[in-house]
């Protein structure tokens, strides 16, 4: 297994959709185990950028590589790499175990540590109540154990601290940086600045399709700035000016 520095390099990523660039001439690395914030404004190219990363649509130009290696060239992805996009996709009459139980076997998870996962996102008593009477931050707990499955050493997610509640968001918060701190890696989108301002260790800052800011944190913020000042004073520079 490559141990390099960088789990994920893009470069010079262009999406266009029908002459719209989604995402244009971007470039960053992702390092491993850190904890890094891919913020940016609506329609910033955030998602885009993540969807081809994991090979569900095609660059128009430039490449996304983890571990020096497009996603569809990767052995067991899935074991490899755990995704969380779009709030998770259910089947609102199936159970919460159930829906694991059928990714499990894909990616090797048995019913001990499916039980274990079930219960490390908060989701026991709720395991085998159907998925649809479940609250949004409930589908974000089963979203997490899922893309915990494979017990993989790089988790993709988009908005997974959406619908959590103050305590759902501090275990969240607790358990990223677990999972870093074991040298594993996380990359996550999220708008709600306040929470990744506790939790993140780079910056990724999108808008308009360009990549605004990449590096620590530390770097982004201005003597006593908040994230969220921050992310004004970049992502609002410049409006206006253009067309
Ligand atoms: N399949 C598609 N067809 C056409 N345009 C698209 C498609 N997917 C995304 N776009 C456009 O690409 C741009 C970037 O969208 P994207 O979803 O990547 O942004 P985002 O940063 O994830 O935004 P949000 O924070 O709202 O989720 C937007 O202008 C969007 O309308």
Known sequence: ???GKHVISV???TKEFRGTRAVDGVCFDVARGRITGFLGPNGAGK??????????????EGTATLW????????????????????????????????LRCYAPAVGCGPERMARLLSDVGLDAAADRPVAGYSTGMKQRL????????????????EPANGLDPEG??????????????????LLSSHLLGEMEQTIDDVLLMRQGRLLFGGPLSGLLEPDERLEEAFMRLTRAGNGAEG
């Not at 992805?77 to 175990?97: E, I, K």
């Not at 979203?143 to 988009?158: C, T």
């Open 68 to 99: 020096g290696s497009p996603y569809r060239d990767l052995r067991a992805p899935a074991r490899r790499v755990g995704v969380g996009l779009d709030g998770g996709a259910f089947v609102g009459g199936r159970t919460g175990r159930d829906h």
């Open 47 to 60: 998602t885009t950028t993540l969807r081809m990363l994991l090979g569900l649509i095609r660059p128009t």
């Open 11 to 13: 470069r010079d990523l």
């Open 169 to 186: 968001m501090l275990w969240l918060r607790q358990f990223l940086r677990a999972f870093a701190a074991s040298g594993r890696t996380v």
């Open 1 to 3: 297994m490559e141990e």
């Open 143 to 158: 979203s997490l154990a899922a893309a915990l499955l494979g017990d993989p050493e790089l988790l993709i997610l988009d």
